[in-house]
């Protein structure tokens, strides 16, 4: 039985603006450690390689310390590494992978023509191609066929299967149907896609290894995949990220802001980076946004809270009124109906709730 660890998409020296800048240093001097931490997982689960589909950096201006971590870290795995240069991290001069004194154990493809590694005591090749360029619109899968001599064929590729535009490596499932792999290992795509099968060929995206906002949510990591004496692939999935992005909407109909966000908690989210949307029905007060992060951040890793509640109805029932008060509430009405996505429907409610307590000299809460 082989055993191999199938990880992607590191994604090194990320900006990670959204955080303020000490986290977003953090966040990245944690990323770095990512190549050590892969190898202690091979060397913990018995690992007998390690394949990484691209974008291991998020450009060629990081730097050259987080190469030299990666290439160290690597090193300590005790086992094969094949890495394939995505379109981030793309082969060739000015490349992170040129700057940088790699360990024998690992093993970087530089062209873009499949180069063919054969492992003997493991009965295995490997398969791979690189990124040469930001952009890649020729397959690089296209007229490759494992020969059928009895040994597990695996490949490494950073590529997009039938996209909706043809840039970056586009792979076609027929070709991974012809291709006569066993296993073929994919970067690109940052959600894990789970176990799919072209033909006698098992493929998948591991997803990214750490997500870097809210579009990358919840857990992130790698495949431990087995390929069997007869050739089966079965793959697993192990949460690796250190910290999750997640998005809790909260209703506070009825409700105290702090007491349903409160209730709404789950046990644990020190590690984590919260974004945290308020739904639901208030009256014309305006929630303390400002109030509840002083109150609950230290709670997170990072927090960030979103008001998108709206006002009570009853609120609108006196826009009838022969009053400045009943003109204020008709021509925000008029615009709230005519309001094209909710973002504006959130702006025209929060000026209501604004000019209400301006009306009513009572001050915003």
Same mark, same amino acid.
């Given at each position: ?53 691209? $974008? &291991?950096?998020?450009?060629?201006? #990081?730097?050259?310390? +987080?190469?030299? *971590?990666?290439? !160290?870290? /690597? ?45 003997? $005591? &493991?009965?295995?090749?490997?398969? #791979?191609?690189?990124? +040469?360029?930001? *952009?890649?619109? !020729?397959? /690089? ?52 896609? #789970? ?171």
């Amino acid at each position: 039985m082989l055993r191999f660890l199938h990880a992607a998409d590191f994604h090194l020296d990320s900006p990670f603006r959204a955080l303020p800048p000490a986290r977003a240093a953090e966040r990245r001097r944690e990323s770095r450690e990512l190549g050590a931490r892969l190898a202690e997982e091979a060397l913990r689960r018995r690992a007998d390689l390690i394949l990484l589909s691209g $974008d &291991l950096f998020d450009g060629r201006d #990081g730097f050259r310390e +987080t190469g030299e *971590e990666l290439a !160290r870290g /690597l090193g300590g795995a005790g086992v094969s590494v094949f890495i394939a240069p995505g379109n981030h991290d793309f082969y060739g001069p000015g490349s992170p992978y040129t700057a940088v004194e790699w360990p024998e154990n690992v093993y970087i493809f530089r062209s873009g023509a499949v180069e063919s590694v054969d492992l003997p $005591d &493991l009965n295995c090749t490997v398969h #791979g191609a690189a990124f +040469t360029a930001p *952009e890649q619109t !020729r397959n /690089l899968l296209d007229g490759f066929t494992a020969p059928a001599d009895g040994r597990i064929h695996l490949m490494v590729l950073h590529g997009d299967v039938e996209p909706s535009e043809p840039r970056y490596d586009p792979i076609t499932k027929e070709q991974i149907t012809s291709s006569g792999l066993t296993y073929l290992a994919l970067g690109h795509v940052h959600a894990a896609s #789970g176990p799919q099968k072209c033909g006698k060929t098992v493929w998948a995206y591991p997803g990214c290894t750490e997500g870097r906002g809210f579009d990358e949510l919840g857990d992130k990591g790698f495949y431990e995949g087995c390929v069997s004496d007869a050739g089966e692939v079965t793959l697993q999935f192990v949460p690796f990220a250190r910290r999750r992005y997640e998005i809790l909407r909260v209703s506070v109909t009825d409700a105290d802001p702090r007491e349903a966000l409160e209730a709404a908690l789950p046990p644990w989210t020190a590690d984590d980076l919260y974004r945290i949307i308020l739904t639901g029905e208030t009256d014309e007060q305006v929630v303390d946004l400002t109030a509840l992060e002083t109150l609950f951040s230290g709670r997170f890793y990072a927090l960030e809270l979103r008001d998108q509640t709206r006002v009570r109805q009853d609120v609108w029932d006196r826009a009838g009124e022969d009053s400045l008060r009943g003109e204020f509430l008709r021509r925000l009405r008029r615009q709230f109906d005519a309001a094209r996505d909710e973002q504006e429907r959130e702006r025209v409610t929060r000026a209501v709730r604004f000019g209400l307590a301006a009306l009513d000299h009572r001050d915003i809460l």
